[in-house]
DNA sequence: TAGTGGTCTAGACCACTCC
DNA sequence: GAGTGGTCTAGACCACTAG
């Protein structure tokens, strides 16, 4: 009886190993794999066993394979399949209208009650230090969405190196910290005062208000509230039984 | 150069094949379906290729394969494991609250021009009769959900036999259509007089959205407008790069 | 205990694509 | 043209479970 969940047949194991190197980083994006015949050598494994894994891997988009070129570790997805809560940038660039981003503020420190509420931390980071931003997404100059954002420094402290009014956190975040994990909670609000007044709302306006709670093995990165003027925004979710392998 | 699209590869014909069969109905849910071998021989594949074709279906859901007892054709999905936009019944069940089904409206017309624009559907279907429902779903006999929907007559005629006093709609139909398709369209909006009345809300409240068009072989088989307090409901949504297969 | 799916192998041929 | 992944096969053993 081990505590750790047994692994039994090869292409499980051998999946579950590919799959943490890549998680972990210890094989980056861009990397080179080994072809079919040599990975199933070093593994012990057949061809066909070796295909069974690297194919599985592909479909669930953690590498691209090609014919004669090989197979290599995939780039981070910049957004899921199934539903549409992009990267804001991309976002507003697909509907052809300009971006920008305002950085309101950018303070390390702990969390206020009410804020760790809004983000829903864990308890036990309630007095814990974190990066706590707020900003304005804009689209032709006119506010698209305001963001609030926690970002567990332990985790990724290189972001305070980065100069985060011109960059935005979310698409730093996506890039440095491929395949993460996401949660989303979706709400409808009625917009309040202050954020009404930044969203240039009349007050009581409905606003979506996406959490987006993102984590890697184990440990959280960021947890972000997104709130979108009501009539301005709208998710889009396709769910069908035959996903596209 | 065929006009259909040409499915080259056996499993891939194959795949396409079965999951037609099930889709269509021909192959019931419940339906025991020959074992592996049989099925090969059948088709006049080899074993592991049928394997291939089987386990993909499993995996899309549309079948159930036990050692020793066999296969067989799935039953309905009552959701999609990606995102809980469930049957409302369950939904509150799951609660551990009382369910009620108010209907107030059943008929068979044509849309007017409002509730055609609310419902999305196609222009072709501007004038042509469907059947027009809406209802309150109640938790603890307070409004829970306010149900608008439009249902395709020449699909499922079987709905006009249906009392749907006591028959909640959307049960009836996942039961009745397995293996539909569906998208959501998600929105946060204020509501409005009549809606906010219905819902026992203040005017001007946040109320979350969802459309939902569900079709199936290229057919629209029902569309539905949902509206739910902001506060008293969330979506949640889990993305991972880890599809649990 | 017998029947079913789950897995694995060694070898083969083909299709695509980069050089 | 050569190298890579995509697919397929025939046969084998194993694991689970219904009867």
């Known amino acids: 009886m081990s505590e750790t969940k047994p692994v039994e ?23 080179q794999l080994p072809k079919e015949t040599d990975l199933a050598e070093s593994y012990g494994v057949s061809r066909m066993t070796m295909n069974k894994v690297l194919a ?6 953690f590498m691209v394979r090609r014919r004669r070129s090989g197979t290599v570790v995939a780039q981070p997805r910049v957004q ?23 950085l309101f503020k950018a303070q390390q420190r702990p969390l206020s009650e009410s804020e760790h509420r809004l983000l829903d931390l864990g308890g036990e980071w309630r007095d814990k230090d974190v990066l706590f ?10 506010p698209f969405c305001y963001e609030m954002r926690a970002v567990n420094i332990a985790v990724v402290p290189e972001i305070l190196t ?14 440095s ?29 409905a606003c979506l208000e996406v959490l987006r709670k993102t984590s890697i093995e184990q440990n959280w990165v960021t947890h972000v509230r997104l709130l979108y003027p009501g ?11 035959q996903p596209k392998l």
């Not at 047949?9 to 990397?31: F, K, N, V, Y």
């Not at 910290?177 to 909670?185: D, E, G, K």
Request: with cysteine.
């Open 9 to 31: 047949t090869h292409h499980a194991r051998i999946t579950e190993d590919m799959r943490q190197r890549i998680l972990s980083g210890q094989w980056e994006p861009g990397r």
């Open 56 to 61: 599985q891997l592909s479909r669930e988009g």
């Open 80 to 102: 899921s399949a199934v539903m549409a809560i992009n990267d804001i940038a991309q976002e507003v660039a697909a509907l052809g209208q300009s971006y920008e981003w305002h």
């Open 133 to 142: 931003l707020t900003g304005m997404h804009a689209a032709r100059g006119e």
């Open 162 to 175: 980065v100069d985060l009014k011109t960059t935005v956190p979310g698409q730093w975040l996506l890039k």
């Open 177 to 205: 910290m491929p395949f993460s994990r996401a949660s989303h909670r979706i709400r409808a609000v009625n917009c309040l005062g202050r954020e009404a007044k930044l969203l240039e709302l009349p007050v009581g306006a």
């Open 231 to 241: 009539e301005a925004h709208q998710l889009v979710a396709e769910f069908t039984p």
